[in-house]
């Protein structure tokens, strides 16, 4: 496999520096013209590198190229969204807090992320001068976005109590914020974190309701004709998108190894290991000898806990889980809430338990208090360009990501295996 290696600049990501102690007006003097890939081109090759902070991350199509001229990115609604703009190429497809801050900086808040209240710390903000949009929006600009949800009629369980900083979750409405999840590599029938979205094991279908939710909504459309939804649904299903370069590496696909998008296209949704760098067992590269290895601690039982990686991200060579189940892996603790993150405690009718949620997850959606913080395993590949990770963004990088599992799940690893585990899944 032959690649023409053209590096691209997801964007110019300024102001990554700048926190809220910064008045934005200055922030916006010291912003430069942001470039959007999908503004200046109407279509890019397959495999074009985007830069992220391990390397490049690319996407592959099997029409041949990745196209921005369809009904994905266009505004099918009043405020001027569209897919695109919560769900970016350049950073993995999905929204990272330092893009949606240079979306702020380049153009004073006025971007169509920021054009109304739909997401905003909220519902009621301010949002007539910058320095209101700014104040207004510090949960957008981590790349998190509004979630409302009342609680379902059919429950066996009460919300008996709520601390929430923006005021604004009412006894029979919930109101917190989350990550956006990624539109590509989408294998798994379960759609949406916490399931909100799926019908059945029909991938498509879920898709499709997905779709005409958004448009109606983050949109602020009318229903949608079925052909824009087919076309939106059919181009999310096309695209894979994986890391395809790391520093002190060299590309993911090279000396027998199977990482990149291209790869992954042709990978069938079935159960099984990671292989793709079996290769590397006995590559004379010191740092591709421990991606392998990393592969395999992924893979394989970590004797002190008694699990493994591959357990619950169970589809072979993509991380999702095979069955569609939905696990609490202990994301929803409030002791990892920030200051500015609702906490809810709910109470079983049945047993008289009590949980305590940042965000409630599946539980919330089909009434059960035994699903409640269960959350959609996510897909592994191109992880690199999308930090923080989990749903509510409470690890900053990969190594977090380890530390996490460490605390939640049990599992123990040296030193050295750590690195060896961060060193893989930067190659996903």
Not at 151 to 177: I, K, M, N
Not at 185 to 192: E, T
Not at 293 to 302: I, K, S, Y
């Amino acid at each position: 496999m032959s690649h023409k290696f053209i590096p691209v600049s997801s964007c110019i990501l300024v102001g990554l520096s700048i926190g809220a102690c910064v008045a934005p007006e200055q922030a916006v003097e010291q912003a430069e013209q942001g470039i959007f890939i999908e503004e200046f081109f109407d279509e890019i090759p397959n495999n074009v590198p985007f830069l992220n902070a391990h390397g490049f991350a690319a996407t592959f199509s099997p029409v041949g190229n990745v196209s921005f001229q369809n009904s994905f990115f266009m505004a099918q609604g009043a405020n001027g969204r569209h897919c695109g703009t919560c769900h970016a190429p350049e950073v993995g497809w999905s929204l990272t807090g330092p893009m949606a801050t240079a979306m702020f900086l380049t153009t004073q808040g006025t971007h169509p992320l920021f054009a109304n209240n739909l997401d905003t710390d909220t519902p009621t903000a301010d949002l007539s001068t910058v320095e209101a949009r700014w104040n207004a929006t510090t949960m957008l600009r981590q790349g998190k976005f509004a979630r409302k949800a009342a609680l379902p009629a059919t429950r066996d369980y009460d919300l008996v109590g709520v601390v929430d900083p923006f005021g604004v979750t009412t006894p029979a409405t919930l109101f917190w914020f989350r990550r956006p999840m990624p539109t590509s590599n989408l294998r798994s029938p379960i759609v949406h974190a916490d399931s909100q979205m799926t019908l059945g094991t029909d991938v498509r279908a879920g898709l499709m309701k997905q779709i005409r939710a958004n448009i109606i909504n983050a949109q602020q459309g009318q229903p949608p004709l079925d052909p824009v939804v087919e076309e939106i649904a059919d181009y999310e299903l096309e695209l894979s998108h994986a890391q395809l370069y790391l520093w002190n590496v060299g590309m993911l696909d090279a000396d027998g190894a199977r990482g990149g998008p291209e790869h992954l296209d042709a990978q069938p949704f079935v159960a099984g290991r990671f292989d793709l760098y079996d290769a590397w067992q006995t590559s004379s590269s010191s740092k591709r000898r421990q991606i392998w290895r990393g592969q395999e601690l992924f893979n394989n039982v970590n004797p002190p806990s008694g699990r493994r990686c591959g357990g619950c991200h169970s589809a072979a060579n993509i991380g999702l889980n095979i069955n569609g189940t939905l696990f609490d892996i202990g994301t929803s603790n409030p002791a990892l809430a920030n200051p500015d993150m609702a906490v809810f405690t709910f109470q079983s009718r049945v047993t008289g338990a009590l949980i305590q949620s940042t965000d409630p997850g599946w539980g919330l959606r089909d009434g059960q208090f035994a699903h409640l913080n269960r959350f959609k395993t996510p897909n592994l590949r191109g992880m690199a360009a999308r930090a923080p990770y989990f749903h509510g963004g409470s690890a900053a990088d990969l190594p977090a990501v380890v530390k996490h599992y460490e605390g939640a799940l049990g599992f123990d690893f040296t030193s050295a295996e750590e690195a060896d585990l961060i060193a893989f899944l930067k190659a996903l």
